[in-house]
């Protein structure tokens, strides 16, 4: 299994290839725009990894910044699964086609139009796909059914396992209510206990749960998905070794040796490079080096 956290001009997408040779990207930003130089493209960046399919699209919340690229994406890639949270968004103002035209295709997949070529899951804790390797640690039907609840609060939370079972939680643009709910639910604290990765977006409202981070979950390396934000850095996760996109093309996870590895790129063509060997990947840091399985 690999990660793929993509420097972008806007947002976080993060790719999974998974061992049977299918991928998954969660949520799409920044794919209406063209890519600066030093920034990747999520759709092109598919497609130079070879990828002309995914197995699933999985939205964690239902936000414009979250399906920048959805329909470009569904055209020119394709997904044949399309996991959501189950709160539905209204109608965003578009300032673009394109921006129409993501928001017609989301509430079409929602709707299921699209039933004879992509099927259309509402997930929630304890959902899990074998051939992914990975389930739904959040939102649980409860935090769902909430009132006043924000679409952070009900993103979607992915625990994956490296084939010696260790853990990489990947939480894109979550709140505290989701973490505090995770936290007091007594089957979700104990598979996020002593995570070994984390990956997340980096925001404000992320920020106010410092505190979960470090008490629960205990990651060993955090990995920033959001170019250009320094928000949640705190002297509380000093400890933590910490590597944010920003500082580098690509961050790329896997588990190739049965342990989860980091590298990075000096530049946004990483895949080019790992798959078409003409470059190198740099090796920062190995959970193998700090952990006693």
Known sequence: MELHILKLLRGMSTIFKHDNGSASIVDICAGNANAPDGYNHPINYLLDMSINGLARFILTCP???CMDGLNALYRGVGFRNFWHPGVFADRWDATTLDDEK????????????????????????GYSSPHANFEVLSPSQGLISMDGLDTNDAAI????????????????????????????????????????????????????????????????IIVYGLAGADIIRSSLLNDVFQVNVKDFGTVVIDDNSGRFSVYVSETHKFCCNKYNGDGRRH?????????NL
Do not use: W
């Open 63 to 65: 936000k414009k910044d």
């Open 283 to 291: 090796p920062i840091y190995a959970v193998t080096n700090i952990i």
């Open 157 to 220: 939370v992915l625990l994956a396992k490296s084939t010696s079972g260790q853990k990489i939680v990947v939480a894109g643009d979550v709140g505290r209510r989701t973490f505090l709910e995770m936290a007091t639910n007594s089957t979700v604290r104990a598979k996020l206990d002593n995570i070994d990765i984390l990956v997340v977006r980096d925001n404000a409202a992320l920020a106010k749960s410092i505190d979960i981070i470090k008490d629960v979950l205990r990651p060993k």
């Open 102 to 125: 993501d928001y017609d295709l989301y509430r079409d997949l929602i709707l299921d139009r699209h039933s004879d070529f992509c099927r259309s899951i509402r997930v929630e804790t």
